[in-house]
């Protein structure tokens, strides 16, 4: 194999890497006071459509500010 086809196996990890944490990011940089449950959400059952579509809605719910 050429080193071109591992640059393109490794940008597509890190994008599918990126794109089945995005609750998680949302939820972490939005400060979610259950963030760490979203987190555990997304690990665990991100791999199924509903899992990780609820992580994302219970990600971009809208919760009172923590620590503000």
Sequence with gaps: ?????????????????????????IAFKNRHPKRVLIFLLDL???????GWIGALLWATEKTPAVGK
């Design 1 to 25: 194999m050429k080193i071109w086809t591992y640059i393109l196996i490794a940008v597509f990890a890190f994008s599918a890497l990126f794109l089945y944490f995005v609750p998680s990011i």
């Design 44 to 50: 665990v059952l991100g791999v199924t459509v509903f």
